[in-house]
């Protein structure tokens, strides 16, 4: 990432078209600017140290201390360690947010709001401790808001939900002092210890980091997935499409970009009020078509089917093909760029949050007390730019897909209500059938090609036998390649082919948005706890992989799934190249201390190779069968071939009990 290279800037056909009509309009998009624009070299490999006003000191050349007598080691882990931190706090925060919205419900202060999985708040309420019996849902929910938040300001002992790890994770993390504390303790701590003249040992620094990283996979991101169920509903099979091609040139159309769910869920109760489609056919629309971009569109994908439009570096291109009539924001991932963009369209940019404004946006701020009033408003003054649209060039580029697939809901689909567990999952692990499991998530990152590494990392693994799950802005790359949806099946290997056609899952399982990686440590655990594949995340053959990381948030993910005991592979630039010390120490220093470790690799075919090799050496420790490609498939049931034979629509419903109508 550090050098200038000559970047093809996507892969994405839908993409590629709009670009042609940004270049030929001479309109400035991420793409055009990153080209126009080399990443600083020193920053970009972890080696500039800024956090006094001595410098920035650049350690490169001969300079191999600051001014300070900070060494490149302490630099680059006092650098990434400020990565974790506001990685955790973004993550973190999010989830604050959705624990103050629960208590609102509970007090009848959080209007439009409801517990809509009750099963679930019991489910919580169950590991957080709190009774449930002879109690209303509202009390239980106020409950668990109430020690959501405490995990934030609390000093002394354990973040709770760090309890659903296994027991010898939780002593891991005991003896290595890695437990978290409270959220936001160990944010600070990270500030602080980070702070010139404190901590100066980069294992030190860097254990700090682990800790805070925990703090968000097993504390702010699970809490946030959990409370997100508890009010919007457990996701279980959705289908719908991907990609730019899902806006309509004949409706109105809007988009929800960012992250929190707390809003656009109350869009997707505003864009069905009869009332509202009435006021846009009065304007000239046929309709109000919503789509998502980032993980927003992740969170309304998976429990409404609402369509992706695109991930991270498409939310310009949306803009550009003239068809968005407003594009509504919260926090996390948004461009700057798009509030000067808007000007040379009728799209309005509209924010939400007040910890997010952006200059040329107009800001509508959610109110949490009436919060489907505010989206109501939204989607009216989109009906009402609906008539100031111009030319439009939507291109006729999408893919069907099925995602929604919880935790809950993959045990369900191992056995039903009453045998619900990962026993198929792992005998077909053991048996060899599956060779492992691999996590495909994260960001698309300009200077590498857009969607490139993340497609194919899938498509190779799948085709040798490894099952995925994928989430954030790699789960719209995989939508929008075909990954999810079940034709995918014929491209993978063999026996994992039979298995998902078993137990009726598709081989690249869809598990939401970036906080929703807390579903991938949730299952991981009980993988390892459910027998037959070693006692802890570190005995799995699985691997967790970022392939475009870009944002800090990815960088905190990939920290705590390191904590948890994963290897994870990270595509594009190490930001720690520049210290060989802190190189070794993420990876071979935590692999001894934690049982994962974290590596960076351009390229993605250096990823699926290792991964493979990652895979095949924990099926060995754990004594199972050699995986061997060409042993399954043959057995099964004979109407396989007749399924094989049925259009799309009827396998989806076939698959996934779902209607056969069209997406
Ligand atoms: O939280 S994957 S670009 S949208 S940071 Fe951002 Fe990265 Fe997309 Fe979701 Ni996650």
């Known amino acids: 990432m550090a050098k200038k290279k000559e970047v093809i800037p996507t892969i994405d056909p839908a993409s590629i078209q709009v670009l042609e009509l940004a270049e030929e309009q001479h309109i400035s998009t991420v793409f055009s600017r990153a080209a126009a624009m080399a990443p600083c070299p020193i920053g970009a490999d972890g080696a500039c140290c800024k956090v006094c006003s001595m410098g920035p000191c650049r350690l490169v050349g001969k300079a191999t201390r600051g001014v300070c007598g900070a060494t490149l080691g302490t630099v680059a882990a006092r650098n990434f360690a400020r990565m974790v931190a506001a990685g955790v706090a973004a993550h973190s925060d999010h989830g604050r947010d959705l624990a103050f919205t629960l208590i609102g419900v509970a007090d009848g202060e959080a209007g439009g709001y409801e517990i809509r999985d009750p099963a679930k708040l019991y489910g919580v309420a169950g590991y957080l401790g709190i009774p449930t019996e002879d109690r209303t849902d509202k009390e239980i929910a106020r409950d668990v808001g109430t020690k959501a938040l405490e995990q934030f300001g609390q000093q002394r002992g354990e973040v709770t939900w760090t309890a659903r790890a296994t027991q010898k994770r939780q002593k891991i993390w005991r003896d290595r002092r890695l437990?978290?504390?409270?959220?936001?303790?160990?944010?600070?701590?990270?500030?602080?210890?980070?702070?010139?003249?404190?901590?100066?040992?980069?294992?030190?620094?860097?254990?700090?980091?682990?800790r805070a990283a925990l703090a968000d996979g097993w504390g702010g991101s699970m809490l946030a997935t959990d409370i997100s169920d508890i009010l919007f509903g457990t996701p279980g099979p959705v289908q719908s499409v991907a990609n730019l091609g899902v806006l309509k040139d004949d409706e109105v159309n809007i988009i929800v970009h960012g992250h929190e769910p707390t809003l656009s869920e109350m869009i997707v109760i505003a864009?069905?009020?009869?009332?509202?489609?009435?006021?846009?056919?009065?304007?000239?629309?046929?309709?109000?078509?919503?789509?998502?971009?980032?993980?927003?569109?992740?969170?309304?994908?998976?429990?409404?089917?609402?369509?992706?439009?695109g991930n991270f570096l498409q939310q310009e291109?949306?803009?550009?093909?003239?068809?968005?009539?407003?594009?509504?924001?919260?926090?996390?991932?948004?461009?700057?760029?798009?509030?000067?963009?808007?000007?040379?369209?009728?799209?309005?940019?509209?924010t939400t949050s007040p910890k997010a404004k952006i200059p040329g946006a107009v800001h509508i701020e959610l109110s949490e007390h009436d919060a489907l009033s505010t989206a109501k408003e939204i989607v009216r003054r989109a009906i009402d730019n609906f008539p100031d649209r111009g030319k439009t060039d939507i291109p006729a580029v999408k893919e069907g897909l099925v995602a929604g697939f919880s935790h809950e809901y993959l045990n369900y689909m191992q056995g039903g209500e009453l045998r619900g567990s990962f026993r198929p999952l792992?005998?077909?692990?053991?048996?060899?059938?599956?060779?492992?499991?691999?996590?495909?998530?994260?960001?698309?990152?300009?200077?590498?090609?857009?969607?490139?590494?993340?497609s194919n990392i899938i498509r190779e693994l799948i085709a040798n036998d490894v099952l995925v799950v994928v989430t954030g802005c790699a789960a719209h790359a995989a939508a929008k390649y075909g990954s999810l949806s079940p034709e995918m099946m014929e491209k993978a290997g063999s026996?994992?082919?039979?298995?998902?056609?078993t137990i009726g899952i598709p081989p690249v399982i869809h598990l939401g948005s970036c906080v929703d990686n807390s579903r991938i440590l949730t299952v991981l655990t009980q993988?390892?706890?459910?027998?037959?594949?070693?006692?802890?995340?570190?005995?799995?053959?699985?691997?967790?992989?970022?392939?475009?990381?870009?944002?800090?948030?990815?960088?905190?993910?990939?920290?705590?799934?390191?904590?948890?005991?994963?290897?994870?592979?990270?595509?594009?630039?190490?930001?720690?190249?520049?210290?060989?010390?802190?190189i070794q120490l993420i990876s071979a220093g935590w692999e001894s201390k934690v049982g994962g470790k974290l590596e960076f690799y351009e390229d993605w075919r250096d990823i699926v190779a290792k991964s493979l090799e990652h895979i095949d050496?924990?099926?060995?420790?754990?004594?199972?069968?050699?995986?061997?490609?060409?042993?399954?498939?043959?057995?099964?049931?004979?109407?396989?071939?007749?399924?094989?034979?049925?259009?799309?629509?009827?396998?989806?419903?076939?698959?996934y009990g779902l209607p056969a109508a069209a997406p």
């Open 527 to 582: 993988m390892a706890t459910e027998g037959g594949l070693g006692e802890d995340i570190d005995d799995l053959p699985a691997v967790g992989i970022c392939p475009e990381w870009m944002s800090e948030k990815a960088i905190s993910i990939g920290t705590y799934f390191v904590a948890s005991g994963a290897y994870v592979l990270f595509g594009g630039g190490s930001p720690v190249s520049a210290s060989e010390q802190v």
């Open 179 to 210: 437990m978290p504390r409270g959220i936001d303790r160990e944010i600070v701590e990270i500030m602080h210890r980070t702070h010139m003249g404190v901590d100066m040992e980069a294992e030190n620094i860097l254990d700090q980091a682990m």
């Open 317 to 350: 291109l949306a803009i550009i093909t003239g068809s968005v009539e407003a594009m509504v924001v919260d926090v996390q991932c948004i461009m700057q760029s798009l509030g000067e963009l808007v000007q040379d369209y009728h799209t309005e940019l509209i």
């Open 617 to 655: 050496k924990k099926r060995a420790a754990l004594k199972l069968t050699d995986y061997k490609p060409d042993r399954f498939g043959a057995s099964g049931d004979w109407r396989i071939g007749e399924f094989e034979a049925l259009p799309l629509e009827e396998k989806i419903g076939a698959v």
């Open 271 to 309: 864009c069905l009020d009869p009332e509202l489609i009435e006021y846009a056919r009065a304007k000239g629309a046929n309709g109000i078509n919503l789509a998502g971009i980032c993980c927003t569109s992740n969170e309304v994908l998976m429990r409404h089917g609402i369509p992706p439009a």
């Open 495 to 501: 026996g994992l082919k039979e298995v998902c056609e």
């Open 426 to 454: 792992n005998d077909a692990i053991v048996s060899g059938r599956i060779r492992g499991a691999a996590g495909v998530v994260g960001c698309n990152n300009v200077r590498v090609t857009h969607d490139d590494a993340t």
